[in-house]
């Protein structure tokens, strides 16, 4: 008798965790909230989009006829592409898409329908390409990329999305091979580029977007070979 008690426990517990699940096809959307067809009552459930090969191509969790849930895209092969999260059909949580091996390709955390932190898009070996800070979908914060290695390629800051601070690019060895500033986007200050031994190559002060001052090259033991005089980004001598 006990063990007959234990295994209907078990057969209602399943079914009371399962889901419905039903085509999109046959589904609706009235003013952002989704039924069935000939249905009155707002869908909760799973609704799945299958092509005419019969091959899953999405579905999206919905509670009271609102995405509420995960929400998931496929390639045509079967393998997951897209995975993301809904509250009230406002999407927030981590948001992760994938190549066709499985490798994370994209990782971008959303809050309240918008952009919120550091959103990652990754090589197909693993390592982080590119990796940047947003604030209420805009970028604010640092900004960075990597070369396949894992090597810095560049960073900058990035305030309310612009260029607001320092610049850098870097060689594939790690030293630095330029650095510049901007402000609202806008390059201000001087320019330095640097060989890959880390002396000094080039000078060029810019002032409201524009060459202007003496630019100067230098060759690795640091003389002068080269001068030239820019005015509003003209060159006058």
């Known amino acids: 008798m006990k063990k007959l008690l234990i295994g209907l426990f078990l057969v209602s517990s399943a079914l009371a965790f399962s889901q419905r699940v039903v085509k999109g096809s046959q589904a609706y959307d009235e003013k952002g909230v989704v039924y069935i067809q000939g249905e009155k009552t707002p869908y909760t459930g799973v609704l799945q989009n299958i092509n005419e090969k019969g091959i899953l191509e999405s579905e999206a969790e919905y509670k009271d006829g609102k995405m509420n849930g995960f929400s998931k895209l496929y390639y045509p092969n079967g393998k997951l592409g897209s995975e993301a999260t809904f509250k009230d059909n406002v999407q927030d949580g981590l948001q992760k898409d994938y190549f066709e091996d499985g490798k994370v390709k994209l990782e971008i955390p959303y809050k309240n329908g918008k952009v919120e932190g550091t959103a990652k898009e990754f090589y197909p070996n693993g390592k982080v390409f590119v990796e940047a ?66 002396k000094l190559k080039a000078e060029v002060p810019y002032k409201n977007g524009k060459a202007d001052g003496v630019a100067k090259a230098y060759d690795e033991t640091g003389k002068v070979i080269e001068q030239v005089t820019f005015k509003n980004g003209v060159q006058v001598k």
Not at 140 to 165: P, R
């Open 133 to 198: 800070t947003y604030k209420n979908a805009i970028k604010d914060g640092y900004e960075k990329s990597y070369y396949e290695t894992g090597v810095l390629q560049s960073e900058k800051i990035v305030k309310n999305g612009k260029m607001d601070g320092f610049s850098k690019l870097y060689y594939p060895n790690g030293k630095l091979g330029s650095e510049a500033t901007f402000k609202a986007d806008v390059q201000v200050g001087v320019q330095k580029d640097y060989y890959e031994s880390g």
